[in-house]
């Protein structure tokens, strides 16, 4: 494994050490949810580079492209279950929510971002496994 590979690997983990404390804060404080489902992207995000940065050499820093490419990259994986596939794309719109919604209150329930951690926590698994 890469040195860069292996950073973004380590980013994925702190993701998801902070969107675990995040769900369990939400049973509290269910505008956590919104910080559990962000981090749960973004711990997506990481282990998506390290992919693309161990198979191709190369480090992409716009979303869409570490979207695009990585979905390239696992298309006909076996060890990426269908649904994994797509969960980058479909939990940026995480992001977008925790990052840029002015709305009070969030769409994003606590029962929902507990579901996105552990799409997360599955995806890292599964890109992990991937890379020697």
Excluded at 35 to 47: G, L, M, S, T, V
């Amino acid at each position: 494994m890469t040195p860069e590979a292996k950073a973004h690997l380590d980013r994925a983990d702190v993701f998801l050490i902070r969107a675990r404390i995040d769900v369990a804060a939400a049973a509290q404080e269910p505008l956590m949810a919104e910080d559990a489902a962000r981090n749960a992207y973004y711990a997506a995000f990481h282990a998506a580079k390290a992919l693309i940065f161990e198979r191709t050499g190369q480090t992409h820093k716009s979303h869409g492209g570490v979207h695009k490419l990585f979905i390239q990259l696992v298309r006909t994986e076996p060890g990426i279950a269908p649904g994994l596939r797509t969960f980058l794309t479909r939990a940026y719109d995480f992001k977008r929510i925790a990052d840029y919604d002015v709305d009070i209150g969030s769409p994003i329930s606590p029962r929902r971002a507990a579901e996105a951690v552990m799409e997360a926590e599955d995806l890292v698994a599964a890109t992990r496994a991937l890379i020697p």
